[in-house]
């Protein structure tokens, strides 16, 4: 089950914003109608710009989580090596906002390398690309998230090695999940 919140107000910040996540996340799993058909061992976050920012927030909050998605992230927080939550970082090349140099990468740098993270920066895109149909988004975010949350395996393929000749990507790294 996949859902989506808006934030209280445009002007919450990462942290706040991480909060939030994992509020709906209690509601759902522990108030809601759905609750008992959800498996609350078998969860994650994602999160655009400030949300990206959440994301990262709330996986340090909940090591417990799965996995964590940050797209294009912006947070004043740029060390999150407590983080132990499978986490692949989507920046944009020429992201005028929260700029890869300034964001994504040291995110992606501050994580510990253990559990698996991963880098994947798009190719000429701006800070927006998370807000239009995206292929290579959908693409690794759907590997990342069936491979963590699902513990399937058969997604690592997408993931590890890492891809090459796609035009799309302009930078990937990664610590290369393990079975």
Same mark, same amino acid.
């Given at each position: 089950?996949?859902?989506?919140?808006?934030?209280?107000?445009?002007?919450?910040?990462?942290?706040?914003?991480?909060?939030?996540?994992?509020?709906?996340?209690?509601?759902?799993?522990?108030?809601?109608?759905?609750?008992?058909?959800?498996?609350?061992?078998?969860?994650? %976050?994602?999160? +655009?710009?400030?949300?990206?920012?959440? @994301? *990262?927030?709330?996986?340090? /909050?909940?090591?417990? $989580?799965?996995? !964590?998605?940050?797209?294009?992230?912006?947070?004043?927080?740029?060390?999150?090596?407590?983080?132990?939550?499978?986490?692949?970082?989507?920046?944009?090349?020429?992201?005028?906002?929260?700029? %890869?140099?300034? +964001?994504?990468?040291?995110?992606?740098? @501050? *994580?510990?390398?253990?559990? /698996?993270?991963?880098? $994947?920066?798009? !190719?000429?895109?701006?800070?927006?690309?998370?807000?239009?149909?995206?292929?290579?988004?959908?693409?690794?975010?759907?590997?990342?998230?069936?491979?963590?949350?699902?513990?399937?395996?058969?997604?690592?393929?997408?993931?590890?090695?890492?891809?090459?000749?796609?035009?799309?990507?302009?930078?990937?790294?990664?610590?290369?999940?393990?079975?």
């Amino acid at each position: 089950m996949i859902f989506t919140i808006d934030t209280l107000t445009r002007y919450d910040q990462p942290s706040s914003r991480g909060d939030q996540l994992l509020a709906a996340l209690d509601y759902l799993t522990q108030r809601s109608s759905v609750r008992t058909r959800i498996d609350a061992s078998r969860l994650g %976050v994602m999160g +655009h710009s400030m949300g990206g920012g959440g @994301s *990262l927030e709330a996986s340090k /909050d909940r090591p417990a $989580l799965q996995a !964590a998605i940050p797209l294009t992230p912006w947070n004043t927080t740029k060390n999150w090596s407590g983080n132990r939550v499978p986490t692949l970082i989507v920046g944009a090349q020429n992201d005028s906002v929260a700029s %890869v140099t300034t +964001h994504a990468e040291p995110f992606y740098n @501050s *994580l510990p390398s253990t559990p /698996d993270k991963a880098y $994947l920066e798009l !190719a000429g895109a701006s800070h927006f690309a998370p807000n239009t149909s995206n292929t290579t988004i959908a693409k690794y975010s759907i590997s990342w998230l069936k491979r963590f949350i699902d513990d399937d395996t058969r997604y690592e393929q997408f993931l590890c090695p890492a891809p090459t000749g796609d035009r799309a990507i302009s930078e990937y790294r990664d610590t290369c999940p393990s079975s």
